[in-house]
């Protein structure tokens, strides 16, 4: 199903990317290879999410805080690695994550779309506690952490801060309407 379906174009990805870097550890010229399938399997995960019943996720603020998180938790993974990482490349990473989701929080506010206005109304306020440390673990893991040079403290907490985002995504999102398709179509 590959042809029609990102989840499978994601499963598909993700294990052409799991055998070509473990084979790019013995051929190092594999390794923009595997990096060309890595992101092509991130772009599938995030496409998979693209659905206009759900306008909070149907927006190129998706796509970009997929890449992003990438962006900051390879990075850091490699880190741990000892492969030598600028912290200026993560913190840049965390940076622009931080700026993705105000712009996305302060376009949901002020739509004119009630389902949108709906998501950032509960994320300001039923899960505002949730918010907070969720940025809080993005300036800690992302950037005071990786300018001290403590790489498993930073990964540690980028991580925890990635999966609380992702979190936020599946609760704070206000489908179109409970009748109406994955796709969006009215209801009869």
Not at 7 to 33: K, W
Not at 121 to 126: S, T
């Amino acid at each position: 199903m590959w042809r029609r379906s990102w989840l499978s174009r994601e499963v598909l990805l993700f294990s052409l990317f799991s055998i070509v870097a473990t084979g790019s550890i013995v051929i190092s010229e594999l390794s923009p290879v595997a990096a060309l399938l890595g992101f092509a399997g991130v772009t599938a995960s995030a496409f998979i999410y693209l659905a206009p019943a759900r306008p909070a996720w149907n927006s190129k603020h998706t796509i970009a805080d997929f890449y992003l998180t990438g962006l900051l938790l390879g990075p850091l993974f490699l880190s741990i690695l000892r492969v030598p990482v600028s912290p200026l490349v993560i913190c840049a990473a965390a940076a622009c994550q931080i700026v993705n989701h105000a712009l996305k929080f302060m376009q949901h506010a002020m739509s004119e779309e009630f389902e949108l206005r709906a998501s950032a109304r509960l994320l300001a306020q039923d899960f505002r506690t949730l918010l907070y440390l969720r940025m809080s673990l993005l300036i800690g893991g992302g950037i005071v952490l990786p300018l001290l040079h403590h790489s498993i403290a930073a990964f540690v907490l980028a991580l925890a801060g990635e999966m609380l985002s992702r979190y936020l995504f599946f609760v704070s999102v206000v489908p179109k309407n409970m009748a109406s398709s994955f796709f969006g179509k009215e209801a009869a």
